[in-house]
Every structure is written in structure tokens, then in C-alpha cells.
């Protein structure tokens, strides 16, 4: 490209070209060529030494701007990406739902975070090249890094720019380009234009980004903290009780046999280790949906999130960690009991689900069923049968297998009879909350694994509702036993999967090669 003409004050005409210049001058990093490698190690350092040139030249030309000098031309640099070409699919290992792609073709990804994604962009690297024996290239793309996305997740562009520079930022910078981060390729809707490459994966690096600085902001905690097992829950009482089963971990030192727990992470990236205090200052106000984080080496520990109540909430934020590719995610909560047989403090496992949530109607049709995945059934099973010490035929005096019905009406008990008890019935539903379909849902969407064991905590439709002095009393004879009991199932999952739970339901016709 031309280089843009000095400034000149003798005639609109001649500075309306030098602006015009300016705005499309393209001002790029030193350029790394792109290489091809079958080795994942190489192939990783390659994308991390691309990403790590773009971040340091978009953070030095923002520093200039700030400083009050324009840069030579518009300040751009792109993301890395990894390409594969298959002339021909040998059959892959299929015992794995991902690690191959489809069928012949050119495929392709952005990537972005190499510091973050390290181990689980080198475990999907070594099974494209162990799979399909082609090598791997690696470049610069045509995507470009939004500015605000060379910072960290705590970062505010704007909070050191003038109103004037605010006005510039545009024209010198690339801005997240929300029309760029649509979810098509996980909803099965995204058609690769001809001559394009295909997908790699079902996010583009622009897409991880922004549920990367999103999780920031619900959850009060740093992407780099969320581990591979996360616990959903809809009251604090259960936070109130993971908290305190963390803090009695940390408190001692790590004993042999257990899991080995390195840190607990509260909001604020607030962080205790085993036999030392918090380190940090929490936020001055609790997020809207805060998670802690229990910390393995390789992040294999366990984070919690109070996604409060909503199927609104719930997916929001399995929105943004679906991009964190979590092996599993369980939703731990109360639920309505909607057969007389039910007692309170009863455990229901769903296998089904009735939605009625709506929050995912356009992006997973109703007619798509979600079906029950059998590592998570049989780890929370088990698990609570280990708890409780309830087992065989005697486990079915506390554990009800069947449909949850999920509705966004929290006063669905109020709706003029028979209103949507009749549907309940015809379903076959057992229970009723407003997240677990949502959750769900959104595992199968974006391919994570999920379960929901619910507590029933309330039979509005057999006289027993919620009412103040009765919940409290429920919730304290209840959740310790209902949290270790997801926690033991994690134990389950961790040691039966070795690292590597995944389901081949969820697998699509042409699906893409990440995890």
C-alpha cells in the first residue's frame, strides 16, 4: 500500500486525501510466514509467536496513540490460524468423537490464546496429525485482532482516551465486529461459501475472545482459573457450602490419596493455597454470577457458578465457557416435585427434558431431543448411592430417574388449571425448574457434556410450597449432602474418563475436528 502523505494545511482537498489514506493504510506487524509441521510442539510455538507479535503491535501503537501520535496508517494485526488439507479420510480411531474432520477438503481455524489453550490446542494438533498423517500449517489469517482484545480480560481501552480520541479510535484500530462472532458452526446453520476452507472448530478466535472478557465480567474471576468440571447451581447455600469445604481443604496440608487441591480462586481472583491466607482483594460488589474454582495441575479441578435463577442466566454464561471446551458440566439445584410419591430432600436425575425454558428455540429447535449421556448418568448415580450408602433397590427410596420440565414462569404454579399441569403430566415429568433444560440444551449444542441432579425442595401441586422458616431449615439439612454428592461424581468422571470424557452424541454428520 502507499504510503499515507504527510499532513498539509493548504486545502480541504489534500487533507481530506490524507485522512482518507490514513484510514486505509494498513500498518501490520513484521511479517512471520506461514509453515507447515508435524510436530504439535513446533506447530504451537509457530501460532504462539504470530499471536504474540500482532498482541505486541497493537499494544505498542495504542500506546502511541494515547500518547497523542497517530500512527503511520490504520494499526492491524491478524490472528493466527491453522490450516490442514485432506485429499483422503482413513478411518480414525472411533472410539473418540473428535480429532478428524469429515471428509476431503481444506479446513481451517483462527486461533487465539496460546498461553491459555496451550495443552488443549496441542492435544487437538497431535490428533489431526496422528489421524489423517498430514502436516499442519500454520500462518497469519485475514482476521483481525480486535483492539480491545490484545488486553486482558480486566482491561479498559477507552478509560485513558480523551472524547476526541474515543471519536479516532475506529479509524485507526479494528473493534470487535460482533457480526463476525455468530454461533453458525455449532448450531449446524453455517455454510462455507465456495473456495472458502471449512472449519476446524466451532469457534472462530474472535468468538473466544469475547466470551473470554464476558466471563470476566459475569463471574468476577479470570478464564485462567475455570477448571474442566463445572458445577451450576441456582441458590448460595450451595456456594455458601463449596466455600467452606474449600477453605477446610486449604486449610491442611495435601494429603496422599486425595485429589490435591492447589488453590481456591473466590471472585476478585481472590487466592488461597493449601496452608496460607487469601491473596487479593475481593470486588466491592458480588458479580451477577460469580464461580470458584478448585484448582488441578492441567486445570482438571472443579468450578462452581451461581448462575442464579433463569434459563436466561443459564445460557449466557454456558455461552461463554462453552469456549473454554470444559470436559463436563452439572447443573446442582432445587427443584418443584411434581408426584405425590416425592418427599422433600428426594434427588431426581434427569434423563429427559421438557422445554419449556425458550431462551435456545431459535438456536436448537424443539424437535431436537437431548438426550441423557451415559458417563454422567452413571457418575452421579453411583455418587450418590456412595453418599448416601443407599444401594441397588434401596437407592430408589432417594433417587427418582425422569423428565425435567424447565419453564421461564417462575409463578407457573399461579397459571388457571390446568394450565401447564397437564402437559407436566402427559410429559411424564417428574420435576420442574427453570435452568436444567437450559443447561442441557446448551451442552449438546456446543458439544459439552452435561447431567442435572436436582433436590426436590418444594410440591406446590400437593399443598407443600416454599415458604421461609420450612426452606431455610430444608436447605441446611440438605445441601452439604446434595454438593458432596456432585463433588464425588466429578471424583467418578475424573478417575473412570482419564481426561478424556466426551460423547459421541454429540457428535454432528459433518462435524468439526476440535474437541
Known amino acids: 500500500m502507499p504510503a499515507p502523505h504527510s499532513p498539509d494545511n493548504t486545502g480541504n482537498a489534500t487533507g481530506n486525501r490524507t485522512m482518507s489514506l490514513r484510514q486505509h493504510a494498513l500498518h501490520h506487524p513484521t511479517p512471520i510466514h506461514p509453515a507447515a509441521f508435524d510436530d504439535p510442539d513446533a506447530a504451537l510455538a509457530h501460532v504462539r509467536a504470530i499471536y504474540d507479535a500482532g498482541i505486541a503491535h497493537l499494544r505498542e501503537g495504542f500506546a502511541r496513540f494515547v500518547a497523542g501520535t497517530l500512527p503511520p496508517g490504520r494499526v492491524r494485526a491478524c490472528y493466527p490460524a491453522v490450516r490442514v488439507r485432506i485429499d483422503s479420510v482413513v478411518r480414525a480411531d472411533s472410539r473418540l468423537a473428535y480429532g478428524f474432520v469429515a471428509g476431503p477438503g481444506n ?21 489431526l496429525l496422528s489421524n489423517h ?7 497469519v489469517s485475514e482476521e483481525p485482532i480486535p483492539l480491545h482484545f490484545s488486553f ?3 482491561g479498559h481501552v477507552e478509560a485513558d482516551l480523551t472524547p476526541a480520541q474515543r471519536q479516532q479510535l475506529r479509524d485507526v ?8 462472532m455468530d454461533d453458525g458452526i455449532a448450531n449446524g446453520t453455517h455454510e462455507t461459501p465456495p473456495g472458502e476452507p471449512l472449519p476446524l472448530a466451532l469457534f472462530t478466535a474472535s468468538r473466544v475472545d469475547y466470551s473470554l472478557h464476558r466471563l470476566q465480567h459475569y ?19 450451595y456456594v455458601d457450602e463449596f466455600v467452606r469445604t474449600a477453605q477446610a481443604l486449604m486449610a491442611q496440608p495435601i494429603a496422599e490419596g486425595s485429589p490435591g487441591y492447589s488453590a481456591f480462586v473466590e471472585p476478585g481472583n481472590v487466592v488461597t493455597r493449601p496452608g496460607a491466607g487469601p491473596d487479593g482483594t475481593p470486588p466491592p460488589r458480588t ?10 495441575p492441567d486445570h482438571g479441578g472443579i468450578t462452581l457458578v451461581n448462575i442464579g435463577v433463569g434459563p436466561a442466566n443459564a445460557k449466557t454464561i454456558t455461552d461463554h465457557i462453552a469456549v473454554l471446551r470444559p470436559h463436563a458440566w452439572i447443573m ?68 427418582r430417574t425422569g423428565t425435567v420440565a424447565s419453564t421461564d414462569n417462575r409463578n407457573w404454579e399461579l397459571l388457571p388449571y390446568p394450565g401447564p399441569d397437564r402437559r407436566f403430566s402427559q410429559s411424564r415429568a417428574v420435576a420442574l425448574d427453570m435452568e436444567s433444560a437450559t443447561v442441557a440444551a446448551n451442552g449438546f449444542r456446543f458439544r459439552v457434556p452435561y447431567g442435572t441432579l436436582l433436590c426436590v425442595s418444594d410440591k406446590p401441586l400437593h399443598g407443600e410450597i416454599k415458604l421461609p422458616g420450612m426452606a431455610d431449615q430444608f436447605y441446611r439439612r440438605q445441601v452439604e449432602q446434595h454438593l458432596r454428592i456432585g ?12 481426561g478424556r470424557l466426551h460423547s459421541r452424541k454429540l457428535r454432528s454428520f459433518d462435524e468439526v475436528a476440535f474437541q
Open 107 to 127: 479446513y481451517e481455524t483462527t486461533l487465539t490464546r496460546p498461553d491459555l489453550f496451550d495443552g488443549y490446542l496441542r492435544e487437538q494438533f497431535r490428533l
Open 133 to 139: 498423517r498430514v502436516p499442519l500449517e500454520v500462518g
Open 152 to 154: 486482558g480480560a480486566a
Open 173 to 180: 484500530f479494528d473493534l470487535p465486529d460482533l457480526a463476525a
Open 219 to 237: 463471574t468476577g474471576t479470570a478464564p485462567e482459573h475455570f477448571q474442566n468440571f463445572v458445577l451450576f447451581t441456582n441458590y448460595q447455600f
Open 287 to 296: 458479580p451477577q454470577m460469580p464461580a470458584y474454582h478448585l484448582v488441578l
Open 332 to 399: 446442582l439445584g432445587h427443584c418443584a416435585g411434581l408426584r405425590n410419591s416425592q418427599r422433600l430432600g428426594d434427588y431426581v436425575l434427569a434423563h429427559g427434558y421438557v422445554r419449556e425454558d425458550h431462551v435456545l428455540d431459535e438456536e436448537l429447535p424443539l424437535w431436537v431431543p437431548i438426550p441423557p449421556l451415559a458417563e454422567i448418568q452413571q457418575a452421579l448415580e453411583g455418587a450418590v448411592a456412595d453418599v448416601t450408602r443407599l444401594h441397588g433397590y434401596d437407592l430408589k427410596r432417594v433417587l
Open 487 to 498: 463433588l464425588r461424581a466429578i471424583d467418578r468422571l475424573r478417575q473412570q474418563t482419564m
